[in-house]
């Protein structure tokens, strides 16, 4: 923990990353600034030393994160320099701060001792002006507008203009989320150069020229992008047009001036009324910092914090724009109880107060840990908490179990999962935390993404790979049932691997392979090389294995890259049926006994216990007592259908939940829980790096560490985890391990199956927006995720006589799912559809997943012609699972 | 001794069928080429280094320095571009020249592309000039199907291809980044610099641009040697060049002539000024030259001369005014040009240009008021030496060099519309009726 208490012994269990020691400049250069002499490493532009030293030059288009421009002219200053005989001389015209690099003894005069850089500063700003409306009093960004501080600052106080002013028709909708009121843009760029230097997305572009010049959406017959032309349905976003970006709402942030606007936020707000309080975006494993803007209780956006060691200034649109999911009005907002009827059968929840909701919970617990009769076969009570808790609260779902329930019947893998995964997790991920960080991303040469899809699941290191990708220090390779749009970006070469094969593929990149195998074994072997392996893997027989045999074999590091923000706090503090807090196997005795020691108690239940499958198929089968459930969407789960049924079947249900959901629509005792940003706590990134963030809501809702430790008090237990300092006391004093790890996997890859006439494999991985329910609330943001497709090989289509754009059925025996297909180029006999988006619950509808074979056929041509099809075997929920 | 006329590019204007190969090989064409491909590469940078030959593009930069800028070679390809992309308002010397005698550019690119060592050269030719484009397409023919171009140049070994681009008609395609751009198939505005072309130009290889005319210049240098370039011209502005006269001028056209000579000396062999009438006022190099009155007729139009007269040889572009013209009407023409060609990639051209159209229009109608010309020379101010490249600079020159000479004009336009000062038919070299007439104007007005 970042937050360390006195008695801290050890290492603690998840410690902050070391602070990056500064590299001492190879070269600086010293020049002076209004005549204050300074220091920089060779290189530096001249508006980032004044910045260093505290002399602010007014600027629009210059922006650190991205190349220079020199476009708006505003950062003008006087230069001189010496010449060859020594002498100062002046640079005739004055310089572009943004786009000039110091030279030694170079000197520079900004507005504040030159006359001619003053005037040339306000010069410029009243030519910006000429073309801006005076509509500051209706704008959103009016309060914390560049350009109307630096108007003040550096501006005349009254305009010569008195001529007309350009206009155009507001607002242009760039996606539903992204609105552009050109008149006010002041053309710096900045959004046109984001979308190509960082996101690689060309969904805006400059148009036309001279004071008609404008920001424009796609449009191919105005713009006539080269490459990557948007056509189809493949290419759509929800409303069917062309797919924006997944990052254009760091445009929004940057732009200098209020022409790109939001329209979740627009209209809202003035920035002076808002609260701002620092966050952590919870929506996946990357820990965005980001900024939570509130207004008496309300949420009413979210920004991009600043934070270069994670996220720099950037955050994906679902960090940004997905928070309305923390105040819906499904919130459970006090404790329920299910009553019974009179002949004894559930009836509905009611309200009712901790105390008796606790009392409730406690008792149905014991019950279910020792039933009456001694016969009853459904007994002992599991845990299973989901993948989006914070370090704190998954900790204490870990320590409930082993204490209070005496079970490691306790799983946080909410989504397909395997025991190889398990003993990976344990042998490879838990306690090792920081070992590959974002910084390595920078650095590494090369990059293999194995069941990782960059884009759509880790935003963040995509976006930092890209970074190292266009300064060409890195190449991606990625091994996957196709190149996304995403890889395609990060220029990555291909290794098509239909699902299953992973394995076959990982133990063919050998430095003896031709091709491609063989280039990426060898740009494996250098210095610094990277294995990312996300969470899909777990429906892959062998492929963690086998990562683990290539990393060995080429002495590439190997990092975890789950999705969602809870998956690596939860592994780290023994989220899991065979592992204790810090990577201490269950099944080691010692470790048992340094744990036990440290949580005051005798000992600790001795075998590994149930995986979530295991949980759930028991349950449904009438062999367990009793469940503690938080955080957790059954449509997650590999089978949501059995995941309902275990729910059904099992006598007692506790549900810790933020949200009704269909957990909480099935349980005995609902406990009301606080979302982010109604507690504090810590979330941890894939790398392991802890975010701490605090409360940003004043809240009577309780975190889950303090609703347990309730719970285990009902239940005789003191848990001692009512308040986060106790908790980070007690992880402080936890520490790490450095005693035998658990067994590597070693799963050998599996023989293809065999795929007959009419199926294919499935290929299915999340999209970034899609119908999760963490995105609720947001149509403007859900107007701009992907339109769903089916993708499939030219040759499978061809089979099955389809044409691009043509409606495909794949089916199980559970359902269907119909889409139009998108011809791609990958491996015959694969479709891949997307996991959670509208009219594509795979998990739900199909009952499969990726690997699995399914059946494939043209869509029958009455049901596309009746618009039927779409998501019609889906159950009638309004609202899909999954985030 | 007065000046006379240098017919070297003009030299085959009048002859039948002047733009094909036989006409040009008829007359001596292609020898150049023979001799460079004779002399090291290197021989050949030094004798256009020795000639003085300097761009004749406008700005005047030593055409044999900027090829010697070129990094060493690295053993991937370097490019030769030659700038066809002449839009300046005024300037029409590249246009009859590519149209009379294209192969003195073929053969002047070949040579250039030897002495630097490219083997792929491109023509980026303006866009609207369709006509140029054909016959420039079908002089290329020529040379290959000739040899001149294509693999083993002339049993040389050298190689060279040559790639003709039309552009889309945008008068910034002219700056020479802004072109590389533009032939790369991106939107064309100009580029950072540094890197300088010769290092980082086109698809980010070392890159020469030239001017039509300072290519097509290179073989006569080689057939004639330095020396007798450099008996043409001024000590350091030496040659030849084509001297564009446009206007009310008797006898318009190219006249080619060695640098120095003066308006005064032009003007006798064009005829004069036209009849009845007397030299108002001249561009020297194009409308983004400053101005210059007859108190300039004895100027020697080099470099050096110009420049120290206020003004800048450009392009020598002389588009000659007579005293029935408004000078503020003028301007206004010009700056509308400017405005609706800034690019708009930077604030002072994009938006001081809309702004001085403005405050013109309003004076040419006669509307302005008594701040509006300190204004223009305030605005001109803050987007000389502030835009992002020369072209926003070019559009403030006619604006205070007007003033300078003509204030009395501009005030004039607080009170009294340009075309009852200046009635526009007057102007005219054929019959002209304007849609509004002056009476009408001095009507409203009134």
């Known amino acids: 923990m970042t937050i360390t208490s006195p008695q801290q012994t050890a290492t603690p269990l998840v410690p902050a990353a070391p602070v990056e020691r500064a590299v001492a400049p190879a070269d600086t250069v010293t020049f002076t600034i209004d005549g204050l002499e300074t220091s920089v490493p060779k290189g530096t532009l001249v508006i980032r030393a004044a910045e260093e030293i505290g002399i602010q030059i007014p600027r629009f288009c210059d922006h650190p994160l991205l190349a220079p421009a020199g476009a708006c002219r505003q950062c003008l200053v006087e230069v001189w320099t010496p010449g060859r005989d020594g002498n100062l001389a002046k640079m005739p015209k004055p310089q572009a701060s943004c786009t000039l690099e110091a030279t030694p003894g170079m000197e520079v005069r900004t507005q504040h001792t030159s006359a001619e850089a003053d005037k040339a500063q306000q010069g410029v700003m009243e030519l910006l002006l000429v073309n801006h409306p005076l509509d500051c009093p209706v704008c959103d960004k009016g309060g914390e507008c560049p350009l109307q501080n630096q108007a003040m600052s550096n501006g005349r106080a009254t305009s010569r203009f008195v001529d007309i002013k350009r206009t155009f028709p507001k607002p242009i909708s760039i996606s539903t989320q992204i609105l552009l009121d050109r008149e006010r843009c002041v053309l710096c760029q900045r959004c046109t150069r984001f979308s190509e230097e960082v996101a690689g997305d060309v969904w805006i572009d400059l148009q036309k020229r001279g004071a008609h010049q404008q920001i424009g959406t796609f449009d191919a017959d105005v713009l006539g992008f080269a490459g990557d032309v948007p056509t189809g349905a493949a290419t759509q976003d929800t409303t069917g047009r062309p797919f924006a970006s997944y990052f254009s709402g760091n445009t929004v942030q940057i732009c200098p001036v209020g022409a790109l606007t939001s329209a979740a936020y627009r209209f809202r707000s003035r920035p002076f009324d808002l609260v701002s309080t620092p966050g952590i975006a919870e929506h996946d494993s990357q820990g965005s910092a980001i900024r939570v803007d509130h207004r008496r209780g309300v949420v009413l956006r979210r920004l991009a914090g600043d934070d270069p060691t994670v996220n720099h200034e950037w955050v994906t649109d679902k960090d940004r724009f997905a928070f309305a999911w923390q105040s819906a009005p499904d919130r459970i907002t006090t404790p329920l109880v299910r009553a019974r009827n009179a002949d004894g059968t559930p009836g509905e929840l009611e309200p009712t107060s901790w105390v008796e909701a606790l009392d409730v919970a406690a008792a149905g617990l014991l019950a279910a840990q020792a039933p009456v009769d001694p016969r009853e076969e459904a007994v002992g009570v599991a845990v299973l908490a989901g993948g989006r808790l914070t370090l704190e609260d998954a900790y204490a779902y870990s320590k409930l179990a082993r204490v209070a329930l005496d079970t490691n019947d306790v799983d946080g893998r909410a989504r397909p999962h395997s025991a190889e995964e398990e003993a990976f997790l344990g042998h490879h991920v838990a306690g090792r935390t920081l070992e590959v960080t974002f910084a390595d991303l920078d650095r590494a040469p090369a990059v293999l993404l194995v069941g990782l899809e960059a884009e759509e699941e880790a935003g963040i290191a995509f976006l930092r790979l890209r970074s190292a990708v266009v300064k060409k220090r890195t190449r991606v390779v990625s091994v996957a049932a196709l190149a996304s749009r995403g890889l395609q970006r990060l220029a990555g070469t291909l290794l098509a691997a239909a699902p299953g094969t992973e394995a076959e593929v990982l133990d063919g990149i050998v430095a003896s392979a031709e091709g491609a195998l063989g280039d990426t074994a060898a740009a494996l072997r250098e210095q610094g090389a990277l294995v990312l392996v996300g969470e899909r893997l777990a429906a892959s027989p062998g492929a963690y294995s086998a990562a683990l045999r290539l990393t060995a074999r080429t002495g590439a590091r190997l990092a975890w890259v789950p999705r969602r923000v809870g998956e690596r706090a939860a592994v780290e503090v023994g989220l899991l049926p065979s592992l204790l807090p810090g990577g201490r196997p269950v099944a080691d005795s010692a470790a048992r006994v340094d744990i036990a020691a440290v949580w005051g108690v005798e000992h600790l239940p001795e075998t590994p216990g149930r995986s979530t499958g295991e949980i759930l198929a028991d349950a449904a089968a009438g062999r367990l007592g009793g469940l503690v459930v938080g955080g957790l969407e059954l449509a997650d789960l590999p089978d949501p259908a059995l995941a309902r049924a275990a729910l059904d079947r099992v006598p007692f249900v506790v549900s810790l939940e933020v949200r009704r959901s269909e957990v909480t629509d099935r349980a005995d005792v609902v406990l009301p829980v606080a979302p982010p940003v109604e507690k504090g706590g810590t979330f941890v990134t894939w790398e392991g790096r802890p975010r701490p963030f605090p409360q940003a809501l004043v809240s009577h809702e309780l975190a889950d560490h303090r609703v347990l430790d309730r719970l285990a008090d009902a239940l005789g237990v003191e848990l001692g985890l009512g308040s986060l300092a106790a908790v980070h006391a007690e992880l402080d004093q936890l520490g790490g391990w450095d005693g035998a790890r658990v067994e590597a996997p070693t799963v050998p890859a599996p023989e293809p199956p065999a795929v007959e006439a009419g199926h294919a494999v499935l290929a299915t991985w999340h999209q970034l927006l899609d119908a999760g329910r963490l995105q609720t609330g947001e149509p403007f943001l859900a107007g701009t995720a992907k339109r769903a497709v089916a993708r499939l090989s030219a040759g499978t289509a061809e089979q099955l006589g389809l044409a691009d754009g043509d409606r495909v059925a794949v089916s199980t025996d559970a359902g269907t799912i119909t889409l139009p297909a998108a011809v791609t180029d990958m491996p015959d006999l694969v479709v891949w559809l997307p996991t959670n988006s509208v009219g594509s619950a795979v998990r739900d509808t199909l009952h499969a997943d990726a690997g699995d074979l399914v059946r494939i056929a043209a869509a029958p041509h009455e049901l596309a012609a009746a618009g039927v099809g779409d998501g019609e075997d889906a159950p009638g929920r309004d609202e899909e699972v999954g985030a | ?446």
């Open chain 2, 1 to 446: 001794m007065a000046t006379t006329l240098a017919p070297v590019l003009t030299d085959l204007w009048d002859k039948d069928r002047s733009w094909t190969l036989a006409t040009y090989e008829d007359n001596g064409g292609y020898r150049g080429l023979r001799r460079a491909l004779s002399l090291p590469a290197g021989d050949v940078v030094t004798m256009v280094k020795d000639s003085g030959l300097r761009g004749r593009g406008g700005a005047g930069f030593p055409t044999g320095m900027k090829w010697g800028f070129l990094p060493a070679p690295d053993g991937g390809p370097r490019y030769l571009v030659v700038n066809a992309d002449e839009s300046e308002p005024g300037t029409c010397k590249d246009i009859p020249l590519m149209l009379a005698s294209p192969q003195h550019l073929i053969e002047g690119m070949i040579i250039t592309s030897y002495a630097i060592g490219c083997h792929h050269a491109f023509v980026y030719v303006r866009g609207e000039v369709l006509h140029v484009y054909r016959r420039l397409l079908k002089s290329i023919e020529e040379a290959y199907a000739a040899g001149y171009l294509g693999k083993n140049i002339l049993g040389s070994g050298f190689d060279l291809d040559i790639t003709l681009h039309s552009g889309a008609g945008a008068y910034i395609c002219g700056e020479e980044t802004a072109l590389l751009d533009s032939l790369e198939g991106l939107r064309g505005q100009p580029r950072l610099k540094p890197p300088f072309p010769a290092v980082a130009g086109l698809y980010a290889r070392p890159t020469v641009v030239n001017n039509v005319e300072s290519i097509a210049s290179v073989p006569g240098i080689v057939v004639g040697g330095a020396d007798w370039f450099k008996q043409m011209g001024t000590e350091k502005s030496t040659g030849h060049g084509l001297f564009s006269l446009s206007g009310h001028v008797t006898r318009p056209g190219q006249y080619e002539a060695p640098l120095g000579i003066t308006l005064r000396e032009l003007l006798d062999m064009a005829g004069g000024i036209r009849e009845g009438h007397e030299l108002k006022f001249w561009t020297p190099g194009g409308s983004s030259t400053p101005i210059f009155t007859a108190e300039h007729l004895d100027v020697p139009l080099d470099y050096e001369s110009v420049g120290a007269a206020g003004s800048m040889l450009g392009t020598r572009a002389l588009q000659i005014f007579d005293d029935t013209t408004s000078v503020v009407r003028a301007v206004t023409r010009w700056t509308e040009f400017y405005k609706h060609e800034s690019c708009g990639k930077c604030t002072p051209c994009r938006e001081g240009t809309y702004w001085l159209a403005q405050v013109l229009q309003r004076l040419e109608a006669g509307r302005g008021t008594s701040a509006d010309i300190d204004l223009l020379l305030d605005l001109c101010d803050n987007i000389l030496g502030r835009a992002f490249c020369a072209l926003g600079d070019g559009a403030t020159s006619p604006i205070t060099s007007a003033i300078q000479y003509f204030r009395e004009e501009f005030e004039a336009g607080t009170h009294t519309p340009a075309d009852v000062l200046f009635p526009p038919e007057r102007s005219s070299l054929f019959a002209y009726t304007p849609r509004r007439s002056g009476a009408q104007l001095a009507g409203v007005h009134a």
